[in-house]
């Protein structure tokens, strides 16, 4: 396990164990074993330390699928690299964020990705349109897909800037059944798209469940 990982993990998760109303579903069905792929919905700058939680408290660490962009970052991008992190270039043809990736669920590991590669600019938080990664990654690593939900944190880091620290706010989170790969074909596009697609449906009823269920008196602080 890298250095950083190690320094990193407690420092900035604990705090955040200590400072919401965490409420987690499924928890059961991430798996404790083995290489495994997990989607999640992206409405917050913050959802990585929600989705880093529920992987850490699950006995593993997770390998983040980040924009390259912040590992420019001074200090964060060296912590991001120290932790092991994987940079995506956006927009562009380099396949190394997918090998990476790849070879980190050969090693067992567990990888975090958002298909929407952005922080949601739906104007109901819920799930935009994706990128056709997280199916092709699980496609060509024969790995289900374990989708996450989360709601609440989009009222504390908006993409807007906007947002509040309100101590005991509930930040909710539920994971879902493991999606297996249809096929391993990867050349189809029309049918990755729809795959993307299915994933995204199933991404989105469990963000509308969680958004229904959220604790009335928070839902507009």
């Given at each position: 396990?890298?250095?950083?990982?190690?320094?990193?993990?407690?420092?900035?998760?604990?705090?955040?164990?200590?400072?919401?109303?965490?409420?987690?579903?499924?928890?059961?069905?991430?798996?404790?074993?083995?290489?495994?792929?997990?989607?999640?919905?992206?409405?917050?700058?913050?959802?990585?330390?929600?989705s880093g939680n529920v992987v850490i408290r699950a006995?593993?660490?997770?390998?983040?699928?980040?924009?390259?962009?912040?590992?420019?970052?001074?200090?964060?991008?060296?912590?991001?690299?120290?932790?092991?992190?994987?940079?995506?270039?956006?927009?562009?043809?380099?396949t190394a964020s997918l090998d990476a990736a790849l070879?980190?669920?050969?090693?067992?590991?567990?990888?975090?990705?958002?298909?929407?590669?952005?922080?949601?600019?739906?104007?109901?938080?819920?799930?935009?349109?994706?990128?056709?990664?997280?199916?092709?990654?699980?496609?060509?690593?024969?790995?289900?897909?374990?989708?996450?939900?989360?709601?609440?944190?989009?009222?504390?880091?908006?993409?807007?800037?906007?947002?509040?620290?309100?101590?005991?706010?509930?930040?909710?989170?539920?994971?879902?059944?493991?999606?297996?790969?249809?096929?391993?074909?990867?050349?189809?596009?029309?049918?990755?798209?729809?795959?993307?697609?299915?994933?995204?449906?199933?991404?989105?009823?469990?963000?509308?469940?969680?958004?229904?269920?959220?604790?009335?008196?928070?839902?507009?602080?």
């Amino acid at each position: 396990m890298e250095p950083w990982y190690r320094i990193a993990a407690p420092i900035l998760i604990r705090p955040n164990q200590l400072w919401f109303n965490w409420h987690l579903e499924g928890e059961e069905l991430l798996p404790r074993t083995g290489p495994a792929i997990v989607a999640g919905n992206h409405i917050s700058y913050i959802d990585q330390f929600v989705s880093g939680n529920v992987v850490i408290r699950a006995g593993r660490r997770p390998r983040f699928m980040a924009k390259a962009e912040l590992f420019d970052i001074p200090f964060v991008g060296m912590a991001f690299r120290g932790a092991g992190q994987i940079p995506v270039r956006r927009g562009t043809r380099d396949t190394a964020s997918l090998d990476a990736a790849l070879a980190a669920l050969d090693r067992g590991e567990v990888v975090v990705i958002y298909p929407e590669a952005t922080v949601t600019k739906d104007p109901d938080s819920l799930p935009m349109p994706a990128k056709t990664g997280a199916v092709r990654l699980s496609r060509m690593s024969g790995v289900p897909i374990t989708p996450f939900a989360s709601w609440g944190a989009q009222r504390v880091w908006q993409k807007s800037g906007r947002g509040s620290l309100a101590f005991g706010r509930p930040l909710w989170a539920r994971v879902g059944e493991p999606i297996p790969p249809a096929s391993r074909s990867v050349d189809d596009v029309a049918d990755l798209r729809e795959a993307t697609a299915a994933l995204m449906a199933v991404l989105t009823d469990m963000v509308v469940d969680l958004r229904a269920r959220y604790p009335a008196r928070w839902a507009g602080r």
